[in-house]
């Protein structure tokens, strides 16, 4: 089978690109974004859905002890009501099991409904702000 050159270029190109794509290539639509950092809304989901298990077994991870009670001190105008827990979601994209929680928190309720995204990244002291993408 003869292919016309242009064809074959395209086909090489294509498998090239593919081949050498990782993928943080593919987050190219940003849910969130705590300061540089992108998150995906499947990052977002996941880290939600650790959070919330931990929290209905009444279990706790890290130094910080998460999840734990976020009490809005800054009043973002979250996405639902409270009362909140705060967990981490990593700029590592993996879920947080412990360690260094990093900057970046996603907030929900204690129904399980993600409430926003926050990161200390240019906030004072100990506070948050909201990541962009985030709030009402």
Do not use: W
Request: with cysteine.
């Amino acid at each position: 089978m003869m292919f016309k050159p242009t064809t074959m270029l395209a086909l090489l190109t294509f498998v090239a690109t593919t081949i050498t794509a990782s993928p943080l290539d593919n987050r190219a639509t940003c849910a969130y974004t705590c300061g540089s950092v992108c998150y995906y809304q499947s990052d977002v989901d996941a880290a939600v859905t650790q959070g919330y298990n931990y929290y209905e077994e009444g279990e706790q991870v890290g130094s910080n002890d998460y999840p734990h009670t976020e009490n809005n001190y800054e009043d973002i105008d979250f996405y639902v009501s409270g009362p909140y827990q705060e967990f981490p979601i990593l700029s590592s994209y993996k879920v947080y099991t412990g360690g260094s929680p990093g900057a970046d928190r996603v907030v929900f309720n204690t129904d399980g409904d993600l409430a926003g995204v926050v990161t200390h990244t240019g906030a004072s002291g100990d506070d948050f702000v909201p990541c962009d993408g985030c709030c009402a």
